[in-house]
């Protein structure tokens, strides 16, 4: 049995993807955790030292779809009052691909929104880990879809009729 674990774990890294490197998946975990603990302290030179400079951000609303620069003109005001958001990882996984130059993730976050979900991509450049795709998406619970879909309609309603035009 031993002597065929080699060979299974082969098979499985084919199957389900390919496993990233414990010093990377640390590093990785490093830099999403500095990157949320730069916006919880109002570091704004800190914290989108962790995007390339192509990055985008979209965000829990409909019409936030952000380029690095649309990103920071909106986040600026949150962090000049000295405060911006505080997320808190509750779980986090790490995927790559087999070159391990490029990684996604997923992560439920405590935040002041109550649980949130972040997905994002990473790129590594120059031996940094570097944000170039991030989502942030407020959960709802199944149960509870129709109420918010109620309090939501006015609003997007008119979103979507834009993009119909």
């Known amino acids: 049995m031993l002597k065929k674990l ?20 640390e590093t ?15 570091k704004f030179e800190a914290y989108f030292s962790y995007f390339t400079n192509d ?3 979209i965000g829990t609303d409909a019409t936030e779809n952000w380029t690095m620069p649309q990103f920071k003109t909106f986040a600026k005001p949150f962090f000049d009052r000295g405060r911006a958001w505080n997320f808190k990882v509750l779980e986090r996984n790490i995927y790559t691909d087999k070159t391990q130059k490029i990684v996604w993730f997923d ?27 991030y989502v942030l998406s407020a959960t709802i619970p199944n149960e509870k879809i129709n109420e918010v879909i109620k309090i939501k309609d006015s609003i997007e309603s008119k979103i979507i009729q834009n993009f119909k035009k």
């Open 107 to 133: 992560e439920l976050l405590d935040t002041q929104m109550k649980i949130c979900r972040g997905s994002g991509v990473l790129i590594k450049v120059k031996n940094e880990w570097k944000i170039k795709h």
């Open 28 to 42: 990785i975990n490093q830099t999403l955790d500095n990157w949320h603990k730069a916006a919880a302290e109002a």
């Open 6 to 25: 080699p060979l299974y774990l082969t098979i499985i890294t084919i199957c389900f993807g390919f496993t990233i490197s414990t010093n990377d998946k």
């Open 55 to 57: 990055a985008i951000f």
